[in-house]
């Protein structure tokens, strides 16, 4: 018997080696707009795709032995390396670190101490070696003290800024547009779609419904306690600098339940992290689902699996043939990789 | 500045003072349907009424002032006292109870031990002496200890098989029928229905799709921590010994911005626990609407307000005038109260 708690802050968000990034070019928003009804997984070749058109087309087929009632057709995602680029490094972990540098002038104390000297430094193997703690501290000096409004506009700001360090567009483009179609496909066979995510869930939810058609009450991850204030000015929720939840590992089914309340019937993962929301949706729960992104494409993409500090897919590769987890082999599985 | 925090768990679910209570007859279960649109309120008198009337035809008016764009029609509903009876005790409480007397065998230590001690000897007085430390403590007991879908389980067949102890009805039919049709009203003019209550979250999913068409993914409620293991017969989730969330009072802002994550733009409740509640809806935040059901009719229900052991309306009652919030008097805007 394997038994985990979600009570430890270790696994919090981005625990990540750190790579030097630069910076550059503007460019338009993605829309995730429907496919049309012809094809409507015109980016994936033959292969995971056959997987999931059977299983829809089966969950859809009243009658059948793979019927879904629709009440039952819930769906859910990770977000970094499933549905956008985690690589090199998890866009959150970038926005931290741009945080740091704004709002350095009100802590002079960061000057000397680490990790934040480092990041004021460009020294990210300063950083790096401040290890999980370090990082956690930085996250929260620079997610809290503040409202959840304050913060949804801080987020959405920074996302409408910052461009991704390798492609140079902003991060909302450098989502995956095979995934795009798939959430569409999903939603117009009656699925409800989720993100299930180990970031923070006040910094997707600016932004998830534009990106994925995922409104913010479908978005699961990780998050702070708030704590309600009635100010002279309104009523606020004030972020505070204590983890309530973290949404990765053992933690994604216990995030599912407390948000969706149902047991998946898909899904779909990138990393060891995402090992227990595939159990928790597929094993002894018929019929269902659960695939795995494997990032195979380093010409369109980064090829990285066993050994990357980000988004290790490594314990969940063995466990697939077992489970019957489909593998989605990116550079053989998508005819293209990103919308641009 | 009124400060709150939800982190004590002496306001969890039911420090309720414990009246005596005698079961009687079945009856059949009752149907949330939609009311004929010639009129969406029949059970409704003209009152209140029109106050939500006007709401919905302006929040549903393209290009009018009081618009609401489909996406943001978030409705919320308290339960206990607002969509259901909650004299004479919290119904949760009296599953509490009936699981201390279904469990007592397995526990020969409750025989000397408050409050187990009183429950079994049918003393309830010296269960209320126990406060709420004891009604905490035995809660945790009876809720707590065996995985999600055992307790789902059990909660279903209690609440198949309990009666309410006045009306001899199952509580699934001491419903309102006025709110049955509200709920129904706003989910066909485009807002989606959510249940924010300090009832235990797995406690209400079992039954409130059937009764009140609201599915699990949209109830927020108290909660006990779970444990992910996955275990040679599958993947489980384990209810621990321990409060994870307390949704009342201060923690109702919270609960909703954890699951919704947007304000919503209509709220409903009964009790001073809604106040935090109706002013995250209302205050600073056009267009909305509060409602405050006031029980008033002693013939037909129940008369309580300000003395109430059980869902005491006080000082949310002096609050509704100066921030607009609707008082529903029972007696007179409600044709009828339950369905039967």
Same mark, same amino acid.
């Given at each position: 018997?394997?038994?985990?708690?979600?009570?430890?802050?270790?696994?919090?968000?981005?625990?990540?080696?750190?790579?030097?990034?630069?910076?550059? +070019?503007?460019?338009?928003?993605?829309?995730?707009?429907?496919?049309?009804?012809?094809?409507? @997984?015109?980016?994936?070749?033959?292969?995971?795709?056959?997987?999931?058109?059977?299983?829809?087309?089966?969950?859809?087929?009243?009658?059948?032995?793979?019927?879904?009632?629709?009440?039952?057709?819930?769906?859910?995602?990770?977000?970094?390396?499933?549905?956008?680029?985690?690589?090199?490094?998890?866009?959150?972990?970038?926005?931290?670190?741009?945080?740091?540098?704004? @709002?350095?002038?009100?802590?002079?104390?960061?000057?000397?101490?680490?990790?934040?000297?480092?990041?004021?430094?460009?020294?990210?193997?300063?950083?790096?070696?401040?290890?999980?703690?370090?990082?956690?501290?930085?996250?929260?000096?620079?997610?809290?003290?503040?409202?959840?409004?304050?913060?949804?506009?801080?987020?959405?700001?920074?996302?409408?800024?910052?461009?991704?360090?390798?492609?140079?567009?902003?991060?909302?483009?450098?989502?995956?547009?095979?995934? @795009?179609?798939? @959430?569409?496909?999903?939603?117009?066979?009656?699925?409800?779609?989720?993100?299930? =995510?180990?970031?923070?869930?006040?910094?997707?939810?600016?932004?998830?419904?534009?990106?994925?058609?995922?409104?913010?009450?479908?978005?699961?991850?990780? =998050?702070?306690?708030?704590?309600?204030?009635?100010?002279?000015?309104?009523?606020?929720?004030?972020?505070?600098?204590?983890?309530?939840?973290?949404?990765?590992?053992? +933690?994604?089914?216990?995030?599912?339940?407390?948000?969706?309340?149902?047991?998946?019937?898909?899904?779909?993962?990138?990393?060891?992290?995402?090992?227990?929301?595939?159990?928790?949706?597929?094993?002894?729960?018929?019929?269902?689902?659960?695939?795995?992104?494997?990032?195979?494409?380093?010409?369109?993409?980064?090829?990285?699996?066993?050994?990357?500090?980000?988004?290790?897919?490594?314990?969940?590769?063995?466990?697939?043939?077992?489970?019957?987890?489909?593998?989605?082999?990116?550079?053989?599985?998508?005819?293209?990789?990103?919308?641009?």
């Amino acid at each position: 018997m394997r038994t985990h708690t979600t009570e430890t802050v270790g696994t919090l968000l981005m625990a990540a080696a750190l790579v030097a990034a630069t910076c550059s +070019g503007p460019s338009a928003p993605p829309a995730a707009r429907a496919t049309p009804a012809a094809d409507p @997984l015109p980016s994936w070749n033959d292969g995971a795709r056959q997987a999931i058109v059977k299983f829809v087309g089966d969950a859809t087929m009243s009658g059948g032995p793979g019927f879904v009632p629709p009440p039952e057709r819930i769906a859910v995602f990770d977000n970094d390396g499933t549905l956008w680029s985690e690589q090199p490094m998890y866009v959150q972990l970038a926005f931290a670190l741009d945080r740091v540098k704004v @709002l350095a002038p009100q802590h002079p104390e960061w000057k000397t101490k680490q990790p934040f000297k480092g990041v004021l430094d460009g020294d990210l193997a300063a950083v790096a070696a401040a290890g999980e703690r370090g990082i956690v501290e930085m996250v929260m000096a620079t997610h809290a003290a503040m409202t959840s409004a304050e913060f949804e506009k801080v987020a959405a700001d920074w996302i409408a800024s910052a461009r991704h360090p390798k492609y140079g567009k902003p991060y909302t483009e450098c989502v995956y547009q095979p995934m @795009l179609e798939l @959430l569409a496909y999903l939603r117009a066979n009656g699925f409800k779609t989720f993100i299930v =995510s180990g970031g923070g869930i006040e910094f997707m939810r600016p932004w998830a419904e534009k990106v994925y058609g995922v409104p913010p009450e479908q978005v699961v991850g990780s =998050s702070v306690k708030l704590q309600y204030e009635l100010r002279p000015g309104g009523p606020v929720l004030v972020r505070q600098a204590a983890v309530d939840f973290v949404d990765d590992k053992a +933690g994604k089914p216990v995030g599912i339940q407390k948000h969706v309340g149902r047991r998946p019937v898909l899904a779909v993962g990138n990393s060891d992290g995402d090992t227990e929301m595939l159990e928790w949706t597929t094993i002894g729960h018929v019929p269902s689902l659960g695939l795995l992104v494997h990032h195979t494409d380093a010409g369109r993409e980064t090829a990285y699996d066993r050994e990357s500090h980000v988004g290790r897919l490594d314990t969940a590769l063995d466990e697939a043939p077992s489970r019957g987890w489909i593998v989605v082999d990116m550079k053989a599985d998508w005819k293209r990789v990103f919308p641009f």
